[in-house]
């Protein structure tokens, strides 16, 4: 049933990414996809949900399968440090995460179409689009927390 769950978010958070653009730069929502299941699913299961999440992305983009895969399974991966078992989990920290992981998402695309397809864009469009969907993604990282964070009354 979580599976179920999981297909329909990945599919809806497609839809509405495709709808919202800013400057011409449409949002990067997957990769929030993927960091909130990196972080409630450990270190393997955000893997593999990231992964799952790429290669349909990757699949859905018309492109060579892989670029996407790798590097929403690496988002996966490495959210799952966020939840407490490496830092400390603040809001500060959460926002900082995703976006340094939207950075390393998108760059990781970037990288891998440029070196085994033709280059999408030039450097500098592709910088200015990093840093765009990075700065969506930010506030994201404020309200999505570890399950294992306890509320307090502060």
Do not use: C
């Amino acid at each position: 049933m979580t599976y179920i769950f999981w297909i329909g978010i990945t599919l809806f958070t497609f839809f509405i990414e495709e709808r919202i653009s800013v400057f011409h730069v449409s949002a990067n929502f997957i990769t929030v996809l993927v960091y909130y299941a990196g972080i409630t699913k450990g270190e393997l299961g955000g893997m593999f949900l990231g992964s799952i999440i790429g290669f349909i992305e990757d699949s859905l983009s018309g492109g060579f399968l892989g670029p996407n895969l790798l590097s929403k399974g690496m988002v996966g991966y490495f959210s799952s440090f966020m939840s407490g078992s490496f830092f400390r989990w603040t809001p500060f920290l959460g926002a900082i995460g995703i976006g340094v992981l939207t950075i390393m998402d998108t760059s990781i695309v970037f990288i891998t179409r440029s070196f085994f397809d033709h280059t999408p864009t030039t450097i500098k469009a592709a910088s200015f689009i990093i840093f765009l969907q990075s700065s969506i993604n930010i506030p994201f990282g404020l309200f999505i927390r570890p399950k294992n964070i306890q509320k307090t009354g502060r």
